[in-house]
């Protein structure tokens, strides 16, 4: 299908990520009344090795304002939106169409987005007789509540990232434990570092270990603090020390070394895949926003 008349389109270059945080920026504010994106997440994306900007994204553009974009991951992963005054177009839909495509001609089979609850672009991916998959929540800690402390078992301690190798120690951790969910794609290391330790501004109190009484790393949290908010965007417990409260002690121990470092409040999402919402309901947190995964055969 065509697009709209006097709009183009082409690759994203590196010059428009600032132009890309803006249009993700006003999306977030007209789906879920917040901005959450910052222009250090799409630096991180696209600094990713296995991510081809030049034939993985796309922007929509009117004059030189881009009005829509989308990039697609590994052929499996969708970011796409358009802006809220260009709504209502066909741009949402010429877009989905595309990222069908791009999927297809990377080798992909599958593709999919996860889209706030409610969102245009939920009812577009309906309309498009997409699929569901998992479903994803933001929680955070209410104003004025704490998260009671978890004692750490006998010997145990948590500490920064210190050397070359708790980075590697780091990725395998988050590795191993995210690759037990179901429909997920392996992350090399050079693209968990350019979100991580890679991110700009990134400092190595943002990645803390648990570590056992033997000196090995067990569990590790990596949060990050933007707007006065303390986001827990990784956290992962070795499968055979699991069971010993060392994720409760991680997550408390991160939102206080957030609170140290300027954060007001505390956040970090989760979804179905991990079976982590009772867990993190327990500990008082509650969801402000919810996410669905639509997806669709290529």
């Known amino acids: ?45 696209w600094q990713r090795p296995s991510f081809d900007l030049a034939q993985e994204s796309i922007g929509v553009f009117e004059g030189s304002m881009l009005v829509a974009a989308a990039e697609v991951y590994k052929a499996r992963r969708a970011e796409a939106t358009v802006h809220p005054d260009h709504r209502g177009r066909g741009i949402g839909t010429w877009v989905a169409r595309w990222v069908e495509d791009c999927s297809r001609r990377r080798g992909g089979t599958l593709v999919g987005q996860t889209v706030p609850v409610g969102s245009s672009a939920e009812r577009l991916y309906q ?9 994803s929540w933001v929680l955070v800690v209410p104003e004025g509540a704490r998260i009671e402390p978890q004692p750490l078992p006998r010997g145990y301690t948590v500490r920064d990232l210190v050397t070359g190798e708790d980075k590697h120690a780091a990725f395998q951790l988050v590795e191993d434990a995210f690759s037990e969910w179901p429909d997920r794609q392996p992350t ?4 968990w570092a350019a979100r991580t ?34 986001y827990v965007d990784q ?17 408390v ?24 919402l009772p867990l993190y309901e327990h500990v008082g947190m509650r969801v402000t926003k919810s996410y669905q995964h639509w997806m669709t055969d290529v």
């Not at 309309?127 to 479903?135: A, D, E, F, Q």
């Open 1 to 45: 299908m065509n697009l709209p008349d006097g709009l183009t389109c082409r690759p994203l270059e590196m010059s428009d990520a600032h132009a890309m945080y803006e249009l993700f920026a006003a999306a977030e504010v007209a789906d879920t009344g917040e901005v959450a994106i910052e222009p250090e997440d799409i630096a991180g994306d």
């Open 127 to 135: 309309s498009l007789g997409h699929r569901t998959g998992w479903k």
């Open 188 to 191: 090399a290391f050079g693209d």
């Open 197 to 230: 330790v890679l991110r700009p501004g990134f400092e190595p109190w943002q990645i803390r270990f648990a570590v056992d009484p033997g000196g090995t790393r067990v569990g590790v949290a990596f949060t990050i603090v933007a707007e006065g908010c303390g």
């Open 235 to 251: 956290l992962a417990v070795r499968a055979d020390h699991r069971g010993r409260g060392l994720a409760r002690a991680l997550l």
């Open 253 to 276: 121990d991160a939102f206080e070394q957030a609170r140290e470092h300027g954060a007001t409040r505390s956040e970090l999402s989760t979804d179905s895949r991990t079976g982590a």
